[in-house]
């Protein structure tokens, strides 16, 4: 069974992943307004009553900005860790669950496994969904490639990796150096190389499909990332996740692409696929 995954948005003003089968879902944070995740879902062919879980990475604005909301209108239930609940605005009212790294949830047939990475937040995690030896991982806001990052991206068929900023222009960039030197930290987000070097050196032969996500707007470029990744990407599809608009949908495990409505279609979709979302 193929694994479809979309990115509904990419950035510091607001990330939300989905990931799922023909039969359930999930979403990895919710940093977009609930009527625009709507909104993008509805132009995939996403159908909303198939996410059954939504997941939160972090507690910046940018992960759980729509999280409340969301949660509440499809009485989902969310897994996030207690040190992170502490900075939302989840209620009594909301379905809470506490995970812990490195165990499993399973969300039907989906295994969602969180571990810990670092970065300048309460009690930062991400995520591989696995589902029938298909495995995706959501790497964003990584201070560095820790042996946990690379521990789980040698395992993904598919992953959404952060490509932050490129040195160069995060040096010369307006930005003041205290915030330079929090990005660059080792505590903040991953820039372009050190993003390509845990591509190139830990990629596995069967990844199909890699999502560069988390750009930055003021220090990054999207044809600069996709050029570079392409030059070394082999097998592996590039994709630049927007910081504007959804992605098409990928499926993962074959090479069937739904695009969404509004843009042209790359590849000819039967009707019979469009059922399966
Ligand atoms: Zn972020
Ligand atoms: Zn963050």
Same mark, same amino acid.
């Given at each position: 069974?193929?694994?479809? *995954? /979309? $990115?509904?948005?990419?950035?510091?003003?607001?990330?939300?992943?989905?990931?799922?089968?023909?039969?359930?879902?999930? %979403? *990895?944070?919710?940093?977009?307004?609930?009527?625009?995740?709507?909104?993008?879902?509805?132009? %995939?062919?996403?159908?909303?009553?198939?996410?059954?879980? *939504?997941?939160? $990475?972090?507690?910046?604005?940018?992960?759980?900005?729509?999280?409340?909301?969301?949660?509440?209108?499809?009485?989902?239930? !969310?897994?996030?860790?207690?040190?992170?609940?502490?900075?939302?605005?989840?209620?009594?009212?909301?379905?809470?669950?506490?995970?812990?790294?490195?165990?499993?949830?399973?969300?039907?047939?989906?295994?969602?496994? /969180?571990?810990?990475?670092? +970065?300048? /937040?309460?009690?930062?995690?991400?995520?591989?969904?696995?589902?029938?030896?298909?495995?995706?991982?959501?790497?964003?806001?990584?201070?560095?490639?820790?042996?946990?990052?690379?521990?789980?991206?040698?395992?993904?068929?598919?992953?959404?990796?952060?490509?932050?900023?490129?040195?160069?222009?995060?040096?010369?960039?307006?930005?003041?150096?205290?915030?330079?030197?929090?990005?660059?930290?080792?505590?903040?987000?991953?820039?372009?190389?050190?993003? %390509?070097?845990?591509?190139?050196?830990?990629?596995?032969?069967?990844?199909?499909?890699?999502?560069?996500? +988390?750009?930055?707007?003021?220090?990054?470029?999207?044809?600069?990332?996709?050029?570079?990744? $392409?030059?070394?990407?082999?097998?592996?599809?590039?994709?630049? /996740?927007?910081?504007?608009?959804?992605?098409? !949908?990928?499926? *993962?495990?074959?090479?069937?692409?739904?695009?969404?409505?509004?843009?042209?279609?790359?590849?000819?979709?039967?009707?019979?696929?469009?059922? %399966?979302?």
């Amino acid at each position: 069974m193929s694994v479809f *995954i /979309a $990115s509904l948005n990419s950035g510091s003003n607001g990330n939300c992943y989905y990931v799922g089968n023909s039969e359930e879902a999930v %979403l *990895i944070d919710a940093g977009i307004i609930c009527r625009e995740t709507e909104k993008r879902m509805g132009r %995939l062919g996403l159908d909303m009553r198939r996410v059954k879980a *939504i997941f939160i $990475s972090h507690e910046h604005t940018d992960h759980i900005c729509g999280l409340a909301v969301l949660a509440k209108k499809y009485n989902l239930p !969310v897994y996030i860790t207690d040190n992170t609940r502490q900075h939302t605005a989840l209620t009594d009212k909301h379905c809470v669950i506490t995970f812990n790294a490195n165990s499993q949830v399973s969300i039907g047939s989906l295994r969602v496994t /969180a571990f810990s990475k670092y +970065h300048d /937040a309460a009690d930062p995690h991400s995520f591989v969904v696995e589902n029938n030896g298909i495995t995706v991982g959501i790497f964003t806001d990584i201070g560095r490639a820790c042996d946990n990052v690379i521990k789980h991206f040698k395992l993904c068929h598919a992953a959404f990796l952060e490509a932050n900023y490129d040195e160069d222009m995060l040096l010369r960039g307006r930005y003041p150096w205290f915030l330079k030197n929090r990005i660059r930290g080792g505590n903040g987000h991953l820039s372009n190389t050190q993003s %390509l070097e845990l591509f190139t050196t830990h990629r596995p032969p069967f990844m199909s499909h890699l999502l560069l996500a +988390h750009l930055s707007r003021d220090n990054n470029n999207p044809e600069l990332v996709k050029e570079l990744f $392409s030059r070394h990407a082999g097998n592996t599809e590039i994709i630049v /996740a927007s910081r504007y608009e959804e992605t098409a !949908v990928y499926s *993962i495990g074959n090479k069937f692409v739904q695009a969404p409505a509004s843009r042209p279609q790359p590849v000819k979709v039967q009707q019979m696929q469009l059922s %399966l979302f």
